[in-house]
């Protein structure tokens, strides 16, 4: 292995970074990914980490950095993707120098998870863990009913019956109310991405062409709800609704199924929170669907608590709102919450919560692995149902704040999975 220097990308590394992705995956040229490819390395070059051998770039990564809810507080998630290494480079050492650079990266850059896609085995050496794939799946197909089949152009009809109508997204009416509806759909939802609302906004002058793939929900004039497709009709990317108008959500996924089913999709699946204030609606309007959460495989979704002293620092606000709700609001001690690799400790006093301390003899200490804490952090699971070490050394009095501080959360789908 020759000796190597990482560094952030430049404009000027534009076409060696998609040299090195093309020939990394042996792309074919003039293929979607090709130019897909290209695309990305023009427009975010200074966003690839790259390793260069003797002046040649030989490796690039991506990372996308967003913001990510955890309750009222918000905290810095990184994507990480395309890591590539030139073929006659690999198998040498490279890859894995460019993925300790990554992670060094991200440590030094205030991230504190991390996700990325990808070969379990090679991963898991970098600190990566598999961690959960949730989907909502909308089969299309003829039901059958008794003796009777009801085929699928009249299970999957357009929307009807409903106060409202549906119609195609334009950007000249409705481009601020979506960003509103965003807000309001997502609010204090963990795992959701966070969207500055821009009170400045104003609505383009051009409208758009219509597309039966981007629709809004109208009733009274007020768009309640949008809803967004693939272009292949057979994935949702993006749907919100206003939570007290549910028939914008019936009639969003009723026609988009609708549109699906004249397309020939036989399944349309989408990244919709597992909610117990989303999924009945679908329940009450007889829409059949299947929940999948994915796990493990040679193949994963992965992520890493990069910093968890950053992180529940960051989250400490929402630590302490949760913990003045509580039978245990007036309890005072020291707590060590942390995984294999990452420790920190945390000072509870008046409601107030204090991280990163040194801790005394009388500390209690929650131990558990990182995958179940991630969960524990975005509310998909609850401290009373998580496998931790030593549980029974807890006192019930710190194992209440634990419980306070860590319950099931209505969380997004699809940000981290």
Known sequence: MQRFHSRSGVADDTEAIFEVMVRAFHVEENSDRWHSWHKLAVRDAER?????VEGRVVGVAIIKSERLCVGSCEIV??????VSVLPQYQGKGYGSALMRDVVQWMRD??????????????YRRFGYVPFPRRSVVFPIEPVRAGANIMPVQE??????????????????????????????????RSGSIVRDPDPNAKLPSRPSSPN???????ADGIVEGYLDAGDDARSIGGVAFNPSCPDAFVGLMTQIL????????????????????????????NIAFTLIERQGGRASNMIQIVHLASLLSKITPELELRLRSSSAADWRGEIEIGFEGQRVGLRVGNGSVSTNVPLGDGAFRMQT???????????????EEAPTLDRESI????????SAWFPRRHTASGPWG
């Not at 690839?48 to 260069?52: D, K």
């Open 369 to 383: 692995d990182q995958r179940t804490l991630m969960k524990l952090l975005l509310g998909i699971l609850s401290f």
């Open 395 to 402: 006192h019930p009095s710190a194992a209440a704040v634990l």
């Open 155 to 188: 299970v999957f009809r357009p929307p009807e019956g409903l106060p409202g109508k549906v119609r195609p997204y334009d950007a000249s009416r409705d481009a601020v109310r979506k960003d509103e509806l965003y807000q309001l759909f997502h609010k204090g």
């Open 258 to 285: 609708h549109v699906a089913a004249e397309r020939g999709a036989n399944l349309v699946s989408s990244c919709l929170p597992f909610d117990a204030a989303v999924l009945p609606i679908l329940t009450g309007a």
């Open 77 to 82: 998630k990184a994507d990480v993707g395309e």
């Open 48 to 52: 690839f980490r790259v390793l260069e």
């Open 109 to 122: 850059s205030d991230c504190d998870m991390s996700r990325l896609g990808g070969s379990a085995i090679f």
């Open 212 to 218: 039966p793939l981007r629709i809004v929900y109208e």
